[in-house]
Each structure stands twice: as C-alpha cells, then as structure tokens.
T-cell receptor, first 117, second 113 residues
Framework: GAGVSQTPSNKVTEKGKYVELRCDPI?????LYWYRQSLGQGPEFLIY????????DSGLPNDRFFAVRPEGSVSTLKIQRTERGDSAVYLC???????????????FGPGTRLTVL | GENVEQHPSTLSVQEGDSAVIKCTYS??????FPWYKQELGKRPQLIID?????GEKKDQRIAVTLNKTAKHFSLHITETQPEDSAVYFC????????????FGKGMKLTVNP
C-alpha cells in the first residue's frame, strides 16, 4: 500500500502569512506525529495524535502552531504569522498503534520544505 | 526531559570496513531505541530498533547494542558498502509514556569505494 504522503512538497511564503501543511498517514494507522527538521539536525518532535485527539502537543514552539486530525486520518499542521525562523522541513510520521500498542515503528513521509522569506 | 547525544558527527570508512555510531541518553525511563537512515533529500527510514529488555539485536550486517546501566546504545554496520552512505539518527522514547521520539543530531557516514 501507499506510504505516508505530505503536501505540498515545497512551500515558499512571506513573513507574516498563514500556511497549512497536510499529512496523509498510512491507512489504518491510529498514531500520527509531526516533527520539524532543520538543516544538519535530527527531527524535533512537535505533536502526537492518537486517533482524533492530540495526546501530546508539548513540542509546539508557541501558539502560532496548531494541528488538527478531525477524522482520525488526515492531519493538517497550521502555522499563523509565519516567521523566518519557521523555515525547516516539516515531517509527518504514522504508526499502526503507537508505542503503547506495541507497534512502535514510525513511518515517515517525504516532508514539506517550508521557506519563509 | 530526554536528551540524546550522538557521536561522531561524521565518519568516513573504506568499503568493507565496519562502522560504529554511539549514542547516549539521559532519561533512565526510556525503553525504546530506534535507528533511522536518511539519504540526502529523502525521508528517514527505520533500519533497526531495540527495546530495553534486550541487550543486543542483529539484522544481517546491522547490529545494535544497549547498555542500560551506562545509558548508551550503539549501531554497528559490518562490511560497509557505498549504498550505506547516509545520515544515521539514533532516537529514544518511553513506551507507555509520551510516545515522542527524541533524536540525536545525526552522523554522516561516507563509505568510499
């Protein structure tokens, strides 16, 4: 079956604008994660969904960042009033059950490269 | 919170040599340790993982060892090939806890033919 997909692959925006990044997880995966990866760094956790609910949003840097997963499948990461420091690759991952369910492997999408000018 | 350190940051070996990547973690509650390989411009892909109830795990040319007392774990790649060239990330997480993976900064491995 298809892997995790993300759209758009690239997004260039101006400082202060609003952006939405979309993630389509593997079908049937209940756990969904968002990470952010800056150049030369490892992925940095942002938020974790189990089903429709955000179980852990401790990685969101501030209240300009918000994510939803209304039907327990597709997720959207929303960034308001973008800043140049938000530029990074935003990665989405999904897992069949998450760690607690015993199927821990996180499958990553190709990422969305966000550039804020 | 958890902190994962990874050493070295770069490693260059000749084809056929072995490569070892070492990571340390800070939270003794961490019990799940995956390793990801990321080729340039591509997504991270899981290559092997280990849980804290196991000290060593092997999969063909790849092995991972875990020392819970010292809070460090290592990736061993034997008989390296040019296609092993990539950035390798270690990570730690708490099964039954927050679920998030905390990654190291990565190690760029170059295998010279």
């Amino acid at each position: 079956g298809a892997g995790v997909s993300q759209t758009p692959s690239n997004k260039v925006t101006e400082k202060g604008k609003y952006v939405e990044l979309r993630c389509d997880p593997i079908s049937g995966h209940t756990a969904l994660y968002w990470y952010r990866q800056s150049l030369g760094q490892g992925p940095e956790f942002l938020i974790y969904f189990q089903g429709t609910g955000a179980a852990d949003d401790s990685g969101l840097p501030n209240d300009r960042f918000f994510a939803v997963r209304p039907e327990g499948s597709v997720s959207t990461l929303k960034i308001q009033r973008t800043e140049r420091g938000d530029s990074a690759v935003y990665l989405c991952a999904s897992s069949l059950t998450g760690l607690a369910g015993g199927q821990a492997e996180q499958f990553f999408g190709p990422g969305t490269r966000l550039t804020v000018l | 919170g958890e902190n994962v350190e990874q050493h070295p940051s770069t490693l260059s070996v000749q084809e056929g040599d072995s490569a070892v990547i070492k990571c340390t973690y800070s939270d003794s509650a961490s019990n799940y340790f995956p390793w990801y390989k990321q080729e340039l411009g591509k997504r991270p892909q899981l290559i092997i993982d280990i849980r804290s109830n196991v000290g060593e795990k092997k999969d063909q040319r790849i092995a991972v060892t875990l020392n819970k007392t010292a809070k460090h774990f290592s990736l061993h790649i034997t008989e390296t090939q040019p296609e092993d060239s990539a950035v390798y990330f270690c990570a730690a997480s708490i099964e039954g806890g927050s679920e998030k993976l905390v990654f190291g900064k990565g190690m760029k491995l170059t295998v010279n033919p």
